[in-house]
């Protein structure tokens, strides 16, 4: 089938190239030349694992192709998904104007029938937005041609986005009309083989699901962070807490790790934007506040930790961090914890001595030069002569560091694990004091 995808990001990237390489023939639209240059000159503006030799492979076989010129994406795909951005707007609220700008090009040039696919994640009403957006400039234009609007939110995550598009724990379709679900069905089929996971609703309630999934997945690590922070009031040791009510199937494991925050381009975006919702409809809804509130607090948990340890008397101090990216196997740093970190420490007149697998160029990007950010090359070489050693991302190569190399590089003896990933014990064994989330310090 004909796909076009607007947007090159990390959704629109991965839905194009995972499309074509089921056998459909894909161009990619995205108004940056820089990044459709790149694509086309056989790069990826992007860190996902195993993406390049997709977009490699697939446009080696003339399915995948990249463009900025939007009429000629308009001209090729039946269905023409929307993947751009859906950033916050001043008061949470999701920023439609990407999506917007979209779908009014695609109803400057479809000349037949087009299928509008809504991949961003969108408040609620969105397509009905999307379709008055295009009836509009199609009265304009003076013609009636038809089109639908369709909901298709996406839920894969960064670092594992191509295997969760390849193998989805569900296919979310919303739409109101049963001929163009036959054909998202079709179009999914191949995602679609081992059980049926493909779920038709109508179109509100899809645009919700999407909200609704990651408001709860916020909703579990801020609840463990609140918890977190009474267990080490109270004295009690939150890892403990973590595997005792894990073990009941209605909590489970996943997503119950204690830690300094959630960050990326999602969650906190998005129960913000649900907040924002139910509030220009005039319910106040208490408990999406509160979990973003819990998570805001934590993000400032360490530095307030390291704050606390110095007396107060950070300047000219300098600390090693070990991960800038939001989460692991990733280079997105689209509001991760290590921001709020680096920034705090900064105003405290301390310095940064920084490593992350694969961030560190796009925190140049962010940062740029300054005196008070060195990026090393490795992980140890971020501990000579630093201060203290803060973990902020849970990459697996920091798990098992060695300990007496680091007691050795550091000229304060001093860890502090926001994530909880290393081992106290042996990490006091060697003569290094250790801080964590959620339980006591060992001094
Ligand atoms: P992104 O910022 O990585 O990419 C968006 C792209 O859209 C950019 O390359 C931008 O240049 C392009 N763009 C903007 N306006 C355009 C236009 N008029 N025509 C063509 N291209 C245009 O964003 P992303 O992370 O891929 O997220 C896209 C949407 O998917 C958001 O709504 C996001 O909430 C949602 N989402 C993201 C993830 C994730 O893990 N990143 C997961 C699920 C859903």
New binding site residues.
Partial sequence: MDVTI???????LVTGVCLAEVGNNVLC????PK?IDLLNSGGVP?YEPGLDELVQKNREAGRLNFTTD?EAGVKHGLFQFI????PPDEDGSADLQ?VL??AR?IAEHMDTYRILVD????PVGTADKVANEVREVLKRRGTDLEFDVVSN??????GA?IDDFMRPDRIIVGTDNPRTAELLRALYAPFNRSHDRLIHMDIRSAELT?YAANAMLATKISFMNELSNIAETVGADIEKVRVGIGSDPRIGYQFIYPGCGYG???FP??VRALEQTARALGYDPQLLHAVEAVNFRQKTLIFNKIHQWFDGDLKGRAFAIWGLSFKPNTD?MREASSRVLMESLWDAGASVRAFDPVAMEETRRIYGERPDLVLTTDAMSAVEGADGLIIVTEWSEFRSPSFEAIKKALSSPVIFDGRNIVDGTLARAAGLSYLSIGRAPLT
């Fill in positions: 607007f947007g090159s990001g990390y959704v629109g639209v995205d108004v940056d990044k992007i939007a993947a751009v951005g859906t990407y700008a979209v090009s991949k961003s994640t969108v939110p996406e839920f894969l995550k960064e986005a999407k990326g381009s999602c975006k998005d997105d």
